[in-house]
């Protein structure tokens, strides 16, 4: 049996993840059930992995698990060369995380012991009692309590870790955003043809039996924008799920400073708004889609 065990609950993670379970159940349960479904899945592996930490300590080990125990770690006493308690900064966050004192495992709270082990490396241990646990490691490593974590030797190492971490994020980062604006900028793809209109653009996509088509139109302004509901905005470059007012949620593959726009509606009261850069493109894809949706025209991708 351990000689010291302390499980702490995850208040911050029920405390977000509670009332988020409570606004999907009346927001989505009779409206879209099957992401509803989904995300209450979700929702129960995150408590399943992070709702509560678990500190075992035996007479050789200490055993870090997170919630039912696929996230752990197990760290030999006889590598323990120092331990204090500290506070951490509010930033660091809970969970596993990176920080400037080495790894923190943490599930509540501020409060951590920081362990010093004999390579140099450290790591932090987040507890609410962490006199407790300091007692329980002094028991089980012979080793005094340090003072301050300022007697322990720099681990310059992990800051140089610490340093290409944050500089590759930040490059990863960055290529992301560069990408998203690069993919989304280019002119929508769409094809006319077998009785369906298709629309693509990056990550975004609609698709259309030409036989729904309740109307047609050909705008220079749209209804107020009220949401981005899943989709992306940039530079008046809208591609994706909005919702407009007195139109309800559809799909905009427009960019907002070159009016005219192809806007189609379907019988179900869903919409797709289309233009091109071009205003001569976008009138031509208008003139086509009345043609098609009154019963024949010429087929293919347009130019």
């Known amino acids: 049996m351990p000689e010291y065990r302390h499980t702490q609950v995850g208040w911050q993670v029920y405390g977000v993840l509670v009332p988020l379970s409570l606004f999907l159940m009346f927001t989505l349960v009779t409206r879209e059930p099957a992401i509803f479904s989904l995300l209450l899945l979700i929702l129960g592996i995150v408590f399943a992995l992070f709702g509560w930490l678990t500190v075992d300590i ?26 204090v308690p500290v506070t951490n900064r509010w930033w660091y966050g809970w969970g596993v995380r990176f920080t400037p004192h080495g790894i923190l495992y943490n599930v509540s709270g501020f409060q951590a012991v920081e362990l010093l082990l004999h390579d140099g490396r450290r790591l932090r241990v987040g507890t609410d009692e962490p006199e407790a646990l ?8 012979g080793v005094a309590a340090s ?5 322990f030797p720099k681990d310059t190492a992990w800051r140089r870790r610490m340093r290409f971490i944050t500089a590759l994020v930040v490059a990863l980062v960055v290529a992301l955003i560069l990408g998203q604006m690069y993919l989304h900028g ?32 050909l705008l220079d302004v749209l209804p107020r924008i009220q949401a981005r509901t899943n989709g992306y905005a940039a530079g008046g470059v809208l591609r994706g799920h909005f919702r407009l007012e007195t139109w309800g949620s559809g799909k905009l593959f427009i960019n907002r400073n070159r009016p005219p726009y192809v806007a189609v509606r379907t019988r179900d009261r869903a919409f797709v708004v289309v233009n091109f850069d071009d205003a001569g493109r976008t ?13 024949s025209s010429p087929k293919g991708q347009l130019p």
């Open 58 to 83: 035996t007479e050789r080990r200490v055993r870090i698990r997170f919630g039912v125990g696929l996230i752990r770690r197990t760290i030999s006493l006889d590598t323990i060369r120092g331990f």
């Open 134 to 141: 300091v007692r329980a490691l002094q028991s089980a490593t």
């Open 147 to 151: 003072k301050s974590i300022d007697e």
């Open 186 to 217: 280019q002119p929508p793809s769409i094809e006319l043809g077998n009785g369906r209109m298709s629309v693509s653009s990056g990550f975004y996509g609609a698709d259309i039996p030409l036989e729904e088509v309740q109307s047609v139109q």
């Open 283 to 295: 009138r031509e894809l208008y003139s086509r889609l009345r043609v098609m949706t009154d019963g």
